[in-house]
């Protein structure tokens, strides 16, 4: 594996599932893997999870960590080429993500879609130029398009807690008072498309995700409907693809309670953390014995482990 | 020791005061004691002394250290129970707790008083959160009523450099440009009661302390007599009790200075810093041989490492 | 070496340089020499060669570092000295600076020259108290009249590249929409100077530079006739000396294009960086394999490294 940005680019789902599995396990296994070796994580927006866990994965395997707040600790950065830089930004990206590969070992950016046009979202414009750009091995700390870091988390989680040889994993749309992300929709479709389950995607009309990562889904319009027989319900919710980043109507029937977890089989509830409690899911399924939240947030660190060290061993090859 | 929060956390300052001043001596005797355990660092607000002796004590134990400025890195909070997240705030407290407390293994908040509301602020609801939700030992790095580390600080100065078996030890308040928090003040009384000495709290009225902190200490509102005889006299400045939060008529008749030192028997003089010069105290007796502000800044590092040293053994416990 | 803020810090310059290029070829040679020796270093405007390629350094060195965001991170320094702090200003810098050589081993400070008087700036108040106050060794990580980090790789490239006894090494201003500090090109003419080479500085009447650097300089108002056999070309936009701190007549047949570059021999194209590129310089000439810019990035981490081990060697005796 040498970059880590899309389901694509891994060889084998199931064994970087495995391994990082094994670093829950044991998490010091590796402990000086990355000696005297640098990941830099860059930031374009607040992160909590993604920030504390990644740091805390390279830790384990003994690398320095180096963050940097593009946009305030560093200066403001052309994107497009051949521009005669007479105005406002001060260095081109291209400058900008060679120094950065000068000085590290592997590169981690953190971008956000603006929200304003689908499209241009689309193109991941930061995300490509870092792959284009860099002469080291870059991962995703989400992009405008995927987190594939939380998704490899969820596949973990599906791994490890299904108890049928082929469950009913559901993906809902939940309601929100800002527009935010398909990112996350997205990603998880990407995935979990390539695990061996019965993938349901329910939303209301107007709210389709990228086609491109919807293959083997089947999408449901009824939400009661899809979440019969459920084993696994995956709550995020994303903007409107109609209005795109305009806040909805609040569909606030979309909201996952305990009254709408009784038409599952006795679901997990999955979400990747932050959620607006009592909007997009209430206290009470958040909080019960079933909910898996704090067990996705304590396996991001590892899936981040699995795949800095996939990268550390064959990442430069 | 499972947390560092008040001087009711200890079960014995004299032990706790005496690793300290052994630290002095040898910062790195324990050298190993923190590999491969993880410090988080939360600020809510700028902070120097704090920053830095304690990241610099983390590091004299091999400890990893994760800073992150809340608000600014991370997301707005949420602090209620029960609320229909549906405004401004982007993730619950406890979720960003349980978040935190997931890849670290001891976690330090500084937040800051609004100093608008005095009971509210005595509440200290930031902390009691991090109490509340945190699976890991919590140390509090200032917390809206209490600064341990500040004051277990200053109680190992008195210890290492009094001359007399019971000193007269004076916490005199000073004016200040802006109302600041009554909570050094708060602390040193905590801990300073609990010593044995001869304590005296000298402050305009209407100042009054927190009843809680003071027990056995003498309050004299004439600073002169006060000051009489005084071993030891610890200057800081807080806001009104009366008029909690607003700047105060400026009492400049209670700078310290030359004169108002000659009515002490040779006091040491004390301050936390940051000190507004020639308002709280003025140069010749800040810069003056009998000041132990510089002091009390070296031995900020030996306090937060004994904390950090005996949560290590203790804390998981 | 005690410190390092301009060429007169150093009592050997080619021992230094070699120094350097020998942490090139080897860059963990000395990987124990910083171990429990911590690294300080402040920033009071964006950086991100200046951050990355020495805390990269220290790392290769085996030292902690610690970061600090002056005026974000922590408190609004007083620069005055006996002033009665009644006003905005929190902590009196001689305090900051005392604080932070408590915990560091080695202080390493940013700023940025304001640009409105040149007389002022060329006072470096800042780097002065660090060096007044400060009881431990001090780097410039560029000060507001010098950037010797730079300039020690500049000199370290000039060495490795240069294929004639005495090369023709041109600095040539540039045009940019911003004024821009004087301080690179300053700094290049301070080392420059001490150097063996054929050193020729061109740009419009009104951009003088500082005389005490430019002293075996030959001054060439007319960029056509400088360029001529030039072997080493370093471009870098400067603020007018006449109108200081006010954007110019943009000059836009100063910019170095590639028919530019044919009066030279075949020169090599040095930049700092950041650069606006198309203003400065064009694509063209910055992305030829004539171009230096990314091997200067390169050997920045090898200066601050030779900077740093020399510090450890010899700065507290």
């Known amino acids: 594996m040498k970059n880590f940005t899309s389901v694509k680019d891994v060889s084998d789902i199931k064994y970087l599932i495995n391994k990082g599995l094994e670093f829950k396990k044991n998490p010091l296994k590796n402990a000086y893997q990355g000696k005297n070796k640098t990941l830099c994580m ?3 927006n607040p992160s909590l999870r993604t920030r504390l866990s990644t740091q805390k994965a390279a830790y384990n395997l003994g690398m320095n960590v180096i963050n940097i707040n593009l946009n305030s600790d560093s200066w403001k950065l052309e994107m497009e080429d051949g521009t005669i830089m007479n105005f406002d930004t001060q260095e081109h990206i291209k400058d900008a993500i060679k120094v950065i590969s000068t000085y590290c070992d592997i590169i981690s950016i953190r971008s956000f879609p603006e929200l304003k046009n689908r499209s241009i979202d689309g193109e991941d414009k930061i995300l490509k130029s870092f792959l284009k750009y860099a002469d080291i091995p870059v991962i995703s700390l989400e992009s405008n398009t995927l987190h594939p870091l939380q998704s490899l988390t969820d596949m973990m989680i599906l791994t490890e807690m299904k108890t049928i040889r082929k469950p009913k994993v559901v993906l809902t749309w939940a309601p929100h008072p800002k527009a935010v992300p398909q990112v ?5 479709a990407e995935w979990t498309n390539e695990m061996d389950v019965d993938f349901v995607i329910t939303h209301p009309k107007g709210f389709e995700l990228d086609e491109q990562f919807m293959h083997n889904a089947t999408i449901e319009y009824n939400q009661d409907k899809a979440l019969e027989n459920a084993d696994f319900v995956y709550v995020k919710s994303w903007t409107s693809t109609e209005n795109y ?3 909805s109507d609040l569909h606030s029937d979309w909201t996952i309670t305990k009254e709408k977890m009784k038409l599952t089989d006795n679901a997990y509830v999955m979400h990747c953390l ?8 209430t206290d009470e399924v958040l909080d019960h014995p079933s909910s898996l939240i704090y067990h996705q947030v304590k ?3 590892f899936a981040a482990q699995a795949v800095l060290s996939e990268i550390l061993t064959n990442g430069n090859n």
């Open 274 to 281: 932050p959620v607006r409690r009592n909007v997009e899911v």
């Open 42 to 44: 860059l930031f374009m």
């Open 299 to 301: 396996l991001r660190e």
């Open 184 to 188: 996350v929709a997205n990603s998880f």
């Open 245 to 247: 980043g305009q806040v």
